[in-house]
């Protein structure tokens, strides 16, 4: 008997405890998992608590208003409800400070408390930025959000339709418009057209590169008007849309977003890299070594010049041009878009011309009010979104030089929050209606 | 066998104030089916004690999955006219007293110290409130909020039931209430400056209850009863509630509902003029404010004054002379609070097309959407049922049975107690204390 118990294996509690992480297949970097959650929508919120009401009797089977999930809340001096619902963030922040790791997060998204190994000592409230999870005032125990595992009661019952569930949006218009516009862009300039992006001459219209046109005019020491003037096009798109060129037309931008799906594990930059600031000096060093060798020398290594210049059908297919494709596409590993944040002297240039921009993107934390949503700074490739902030319930301020108007925040937000507006317009969404 | 299951705990607070003590009683079963509960169980529970005792109490169906069942209803005898009024005090009032563990509560004797009644968990604490007299409400919710932290619902008194004006009016949280028949004056002579309710409890429900309460609200969406939200389309149906209409034009906020009220009939606010441009009021007393645009185009900062010293705006309308500029009404209304003469009219309150005495003892304040004895058992039936009286009204075409539908599934059971809420309605306008033991 005594024998026999040694034999049998030794099950801690820790064996029992679901692992933390959630698991991510290879399949969601190109068809990304919806996220499931409930959607709230102030305007429509009357604070008549029927949400909490009919939460408790699941949570419960009472009706008992302070046991519920959700909790209404009114700020008195605005006059505006307000819900605290759990986002069932992709990182939960509740699910790393539990130290009982009673909080899981499914393969259907939804986050979870495993009653069996939560000890209600509240740090997830603490930890959460929404305090979703709420601690039950009567018995203490922690409530949180499931979802009703997919039907939630409090949206079947919500009488002004204030709360919705929703899987993520099932189609993003500007996601697949991007996607187009950039695998034509690549089609058109790297496989069709041999040195397109570089210069381009059809009749009578020229156009340049404008990095390359800097360098040009460096190294020749006059000012060719011509081909300054070809140049002003891509230079005047930046003016009127700032660096869409970046986010939707560059062909190395294309092939960077399409190393990112492949991307097993980044690695990161060390702190004394990132800077944002480092690809000005390049642009200075390329126009500079220009004027001192007598040639475009940035543009023998340019990645977006050599795409164009090697891999298409009609190209020169010269080996050490082969190579630079690669080797810089391996910053991918790194962050993404690492090249066109730190390094790109051509997106330098649009950067500075887009100091005149029209347009600029903003981000109302008001508007959202989901601080733990921060779905935007998660989506933006070039890391300008501050998720702090957000979830500091302060508006990010997003440098316009830097972002390249892909549009993901805009397409990706459920809230409405991120909207593109005129550079001279203060309000952002959400603000306006205070 | 009877499937009767009113939605309580069974429990009855009592609290005297002379004395700083508390205790509980148990509700009987046989006295909540004989009076069934709300003003008319209130009315019983009065019998029992000395008759300047106040009594709060919730109705059978308060805080239940019913539509709008957010009343808490107020019952003491008036001393004005003597006959029993029945304040109706809605918002989350209702539900945080019954899921504190009690039903009803009685308050007898007074305080010799302001203090205020803190009810949670089944036990009623007396917190003493030196400090409180004489601070505008909005002042007293923040001493409130600070020094007894916790509560989700509260019922205060200002400055001018401090001061034994006859107009004074029980607010509730701060944002008034449809009180225009002394249940400040009341709370004002027991030194009980508030009563402040915490329902951290809950009560088990029936199984079809959820889908009953989806099923009365599509019926009434679908009979197009809930089309109208807001505190606009309410006031719009009252005799001058153009006037009203006309001054919050542009001036109004998102809609509030009480505790799980599919048709919102509050609205907040921006009241301006008063130097806090973005502090907002909940527009909650239809005829008050209606009263008040009738005497000046500055309704809004006049009602804000009104709630800030706690008396009844219909009254001070009333008091206010036609179109006197914002500074001197305000100053008038100050005067009102201060002085302990009520104002000069024999009807006061009243409303056109209704009983008189029928409105006083409902509590004068219930939103007049209605006339006539329809309007008198329709309110009557929702203050013993525990569901607001103004949804009553909006809703209708919800029928009696809808809501007792609630209390059992068993239609000649439902039958047998609209019968009784008829019976109850009867006694309930008398205005008359039951006899003990009936």
């Given at each position: 008997m005594e024998a026999s118990r040694q034999l049998e294996p030794r099950l801690t509690l820790e064996d029992l405890r679901p692992r933390t992480p959630e698991k991510r297949r290879f399949s969601d970097r190109f068809m990304p998992r919806r996220n499931s959650y409930i959607l709230f929508d102030p305007a429509k919120c009357t604070g008549c608590g029927t949400c909490e009401m009919i939460c408790s009797t699941r949570n419960v089977a009472k009706v008992a208003p302070a046991s519920a999930s959700v909790k209404v809340l009114t700020d008195e001096r605005l006059g505006k409800n307000f819900a605290v619902l759990c986002q069932h963030c992709r990182r939960p922040l509740c699910l790393e400070a539990c130290p009982t790791r009673a909080i899981e997060k499914g393969d259907d998204g939804i986050v979870r408390i495993n009653d069996l190994f939560?000890?209600?000592?509240?740090l997830c409230t603490m930890a959460c930025p929404e305090a979703a999870p709420l601690k039950d005032p009567g018995t203490g125990d922690i409530h949180k959000c499931d979802l009703c595992e997919g039907d939630p009661l409090c949206v079947q019952h919500c009488p002004e339709g204030a709360l919705t569930y929703t899987r993520g949006k099932a189609f993003r218009w500007i996601k697949a418009a991007r996607w187009g516009v950039q695998a034509l862009s690549f089609l058109f300039l790297v496989i069709l057209v041999v040195g397109t992006f570089c210069y381009f001459r059809a009749g009578t219209v020229e156009l340049s590169c404008p990095t390359g046109t800097l360098q040009n005019i460096a190294s020749s020491g006059t000012l060719i008007l011509v081909g300054a003037s070809s140049a002003l096009a891509l230079l005047i798109l930046t003016v009127l849309f700032g660096r869409v060129f970046c986010g939707w037309v560059c062909p190395f931008g294309f092939v960077l977003d399409l190393v990112d799906k492949i991307v097993p594990k980044r690695i990161g930059w060390p702190k004394f890299l990132k800077s944002r600031m480092a690809k000005y000096g390049i642009l200075g060093g390329a126009v500079g070594s220009s004027a001192a060798l007598g040639y475009q020398a940035f543009c023998t290594v340019c990645p977006i010049g050599t795409l164009c210049r090697s891999y298409g059908v009609t190209s020169f297919m010269q080996s050490a041009e082969l190579a630079i494709v690669p080797a810089l596409a391996a910053t991918e590993l790194a962050e993404r878009r690492s090249w066109c944040r730190y390094l790109c002297p051509v997106g330098a240039t649009l950067g500075i011309a887009s100091l005149l921009r029209l347009l600029k993107i903003v981000i109302g934390a008001r508007k959202c009010?989901?601080?733990?949503?921060i779905q935007c700074a998660e989506v933006c490739p070039v890391g300008i979104i501050n998720a702090d902030e957000l979830r500091e319930g302060i508006s990010p301020k997003i440098p316009m030089t830097e972002c390249i108007m892909c549009l993901r925040c805009v397409d990706r937000c459920p809230y409405d929050a991120a909207k593109i507006r005129f550079r001279w317009q203060k309000s952002t969404p959400g603000e306006a209606n205070t | 066998m009877s499937l009767y299951q009113p939605f309580y705990n069974g429990k009855i607070g009592v609290v005297d104030l002379t004395t700083l003590s508390s205790y509980t009683l148990d509700l009987s079963a046989d006295l909540c089916r004989d009076h069934i509960g709300g003003a008319s169980l209130n009315a019983r529970v009065l019998s029992e004690y000395e008759s300047d005792s106040l009594v709060f109490g919730t109705g059978p169906l308060t805080g239940s999955l019913a539509p709008a069942s957010a009343l808490l209803v107020g019952t003491f005898r008036s001393p004005r006219w003597d006959h029993l009024c029945h304040v109706p005090c809605m918002l989350r009032s209702g539900p945080e007293l019954k899921f504190s563990g009690i039903d009803c509560l009685v308050v007898r004797g007074a305080a010799k110290e302001p203090c205020a009644l803190s009810v949670s968990r089944g036990r009623v604490r007396v917190v003493p409130l030196p400090d409180s007299p004489g601070k505008p409400v909005y002042e007293l919710m923040q001493m409130l909020r600070q020094?007894?932290?916790?509560?989700r619902a509260s019922i205060v008194t200002g400055p001018a039931a401090d001061r034994n004006c006859p107009h004074a009016s029980a607010s509730i949280g701060g944002h008034?209430?449809?009180?225009?028949?002394g249940l400040a004056a009341r709370m004002a002579a027991k030194n009980l400056k508030a009563l402040l309710l915490n329902g951290v409890g809950g009560l088990p429900f029936r199984e079809d209850h959820p889908a009953l309460s989806k099923a009365t609200e599509k019926r009434l969406k679908d009979s197009g009863a809930l089309s109208n939200k807001g505190f606009l389309p309410v006031v719009r149906t009252l005799d001058d509630g153009a006037e009203a209409a006309k001054v919050v034009r542009g001036r109004l906020g998102r809609n509030r509902a009480c505790y799980h009220c599919p048709c919102p009939c509050m609205t907040w606010a921006a009241p301006g003029k008063t130097g806090t441009g973005k502090e907002s009021i909940l527009l909650m007393d239809h005829a008050g404010l209606a009263a008040l645009s009738r005497k000046s185009e500055d309704a809004l900062p006049l009602l804000k004054r009104c709630l800030e010293l706690g008396i009844d705006p219909l009254a001070a309308a009333q008091a206010l002379r036609e179109d006197r500029p914002l500074r001197e009404a305000l100053d008038a209304l100050e005067a009102l609070a201060a002085a302990g003469t009520p104002i000069d009219d024999e009807d006061y309150p009243s409303a056109p097309g209704i009983e008189t005495r029928d409105y006083r003892i409902l509590g004068?304040?219930?939103?007049?959407?209605s006339t006539g004895r329809a309007w008198a058992e329709r309110a009557a039936s929702a203050l013993i049922l525990g569901i607001c009286p103004v949804f009553m009204q909006i809703a209708a075409r919800l029928d009696r049975s809808d809501l007792l539908r609630f209390l059992s599934p068993d239609m000649e059971e439902v039958k047998s107690l609209a019968v009784r809420l008829d019976g109850q309605v009867e006694m309930l306008l008398e205005g008359k204390i039951p006899e003990a033991g009936v």
């Amino acid at each position: 008997m005594e024998a026999s118990r040694q034999l049998e294996p030794r099950l801690t509690l820790e064996d029992l405890r679901p692992r933390t992480p959630e698991k991510r297949r290879f399949s969601d970097r190109f068809m990304p998992r919806r996220n499931s959650y409930i959607l709230f929508d102030p305007a429509k919120c009357t604070g008549c608590g029927t949400c909490e009401m009919i939460c408790s009797t699941r949570n419960v089977a009472k009706v008992a208003p302070a046991s519920a999930s959700v909790k209404v809340l009114t700020d008195e001096r605005l006059g505006k409800n307000f819900a605290v619902l759990c986002q069932h963030c992709r990182r939960p922040l509740c699910l790393e400070a539990c130290p009982t790791r009673a909080i899981e997060k499914g393969d259907d998204g939804i986050v979870r408390i495993n009653d069996l190994f939560c000890v209600d000592c509240g740090l997830c409230t603490m930890a959460c930025p929404e305090a979703a999870p709420l601690k039950d005032p009567g018995t203490g125990d922690i409530h949180k959000c499931d979802l009703c595992e997919g039907d939630p009661l409090c949206v079947q019952h919500c009488p002004e339709g204030a709360l919705t569930y929703t899987r993520g949006k099932a189609f993003r218009w500007i996601k697949a418009a991007r996607w187009g516009v950039q695998a034509l862009s690549f089609l058109f300039l790297v496989i069709l057209v041999v040195g397109t992006f570089c210069y381009f001459r059809a009749g009578t219209v020229e156009l340049s590169c404008p990095t390359g046109t800097l360098q040009n005019i460096a190294s020749s020491g006059t000012l060719i008007l011509v081909g300054a003037s070809s140049a002003l096009a891509l230079l005047i798109l930046t003016v009127l849309f700032g660096r869409v060129f970046c986010g939707w037309v560059c062909p190395f931008g294309f092939v960077l977003d399409l190393v990112d799906k492949i991307v097993p594990k980044r690695i990161g930059w060390p702190k004394f890299l990132k800077s944002r600031m480092a690809k000005y000096g390049i642009l200075g060093g390329a126009v500079g070594s220009s004027a001192a060798l007598g040639y475009q020398a940035f543009c023998t290594v340019c990645p977006i010049g050599t795409l164009c210049r090697s891999y298409g059908v009609t190209s020169f297919m010269q080996s050490a041009e082969l190579a630079i494709v690669p080797a810089l596409a391996a910053t991918e590993l790194a962050e993404r878009r690492s090249w066109c944040r730190y390094l790109c002297p051509v997106g330098a240039t649009l950067g500075i011309a887009s100091l005149l921009r029209l347009l600029k993107i903003v981000i109302g934390a008001r508007k959202c009010k989901k601080f733990s949503c921060i779905q935007c700074a998660e989506v933006c490739p070039v890391g300008i979104i501050n998720a702090d902030e957000l979830r500091e319930g302060i508006s990010p301020k997003i440098p316009m030089t830097e972002c390249i108007m892909c549009l993901r925040c805009v397409d990706r937000c459920p809230y409405d929050a991120a909207k593109i507006r005129f550079r001279w317009q203060k309000s952002t969404p959400g603000e306006a209606n205070t | 066998m009877s499937l009767y299951q009113p939605f309580y705990n069974g429990k009855i607070g009592v609290v005297d104030l002379t004395t700083l003590s508390s205790y509980t009683l148990d509700l009987s079963a046989d006295l909540c089916r004989d009076h069934i509960g709300g003003a008319s169980l209130n009315a019983r529970v009065l019998s029992e004690y000395e008759s300047d005792s106040l009594v709060f109490g919730t109705g059978p169906l308060t805080g239940s999955l019913a539509p709008a069942s957010a009343l808490l209803v107020g019952t003491f005898r008036s001393p004005r006219w003597d006959h029993l009024c029945h304040v109706p005090c809605m918002l989350r009032s209702g539900p945080e007293l019954k899921f504190s563990g009690i039903d009803c509560l009685v308050v007898r004797g007074a305080a010799k110290e302001p203090c205020a009644l803190s009810v949670s968990r089944g036990r009623v604490r007396v917190v003493p409130l030196p400090d409180s007299p004489g601070k505008p409400v909005y002042e007293l919710m923040q001493m409130l909020r600070q020094g007894a932290p916790g509560f989700r619902a509260s019922i205060v008194t200002g400055p001018a039931a401090d001061r034994n004006c006859p107009h004074a009016s029980a607010s509730i949280g701060g944002h008034g209430s449809p009180d225009r028949v002394g249940l400040a004056a009341r709370m004002a002579a027991k030194n009980l400056k508030a009563l402040l309710l915490n329902g951290v409890g809950g009560l088990p429900f029936r199984e079809d209850h959820p889908a009953l309460s989806k099923a009365t609200e599509k019926r009434l969406k679908d009979s197009g009863a809930l089309s109208n939200k807001g505190f606009l389309p309410v006031v719009r149906t009252l005799d001058d509630g153009a006037e009203a209409a006309k001054v919050v034009r542009g001036r109004l906020g998102r809609n509030r509902a009480c505790y799980h009220c599919p048709c919102p009939c509050m609205t907040w606010a921006a009241p301006g003029k008063t130097g806090t441009g973005k502090e907002s009021i909940l527009l909650m007393d239809h005829a008050g404010l209606a009263a008040l645009s009738r005497k000046s185009e500055d309704a809004l900062p006049l009602l804000k004054r009104c709630l800030e010293l706690g008396i009844d705006p219909l009254a001070a309308a009333q008091a206010l002379r036609e179109d006197r500029p914002l500074r001197e009404a305000l100053d008038a209304l100050e005067a009102l609070a201060a002085a302990g003469t009520p104002i000069d009219d024999e009807d006061y309150p009243s409303a056109p097309g209704i009983e008189t005495r029928d409105y006083r003892i409902l509590g004068g304040g219930i939103t007049p959407l209605s006339t006539g004895r329809a309007w008198a058992e329709r309110a009557a039936s929702a203050l013993i049922l525990g569901i607001c009286p103004v949804f009553m009204q909006i809703a209708a075409r919800l029928d009696r049975s809808d809501l007792l539908r609630f209390l059992s599934p068993d239609m000649e059971e439902v039958k047998s107690l609209a019968v009784r809420l008829d019976g109850q309605v009867e006694m309930l306008l008398e205005g008359k204390i039951p006899e003990a033991g009936v």
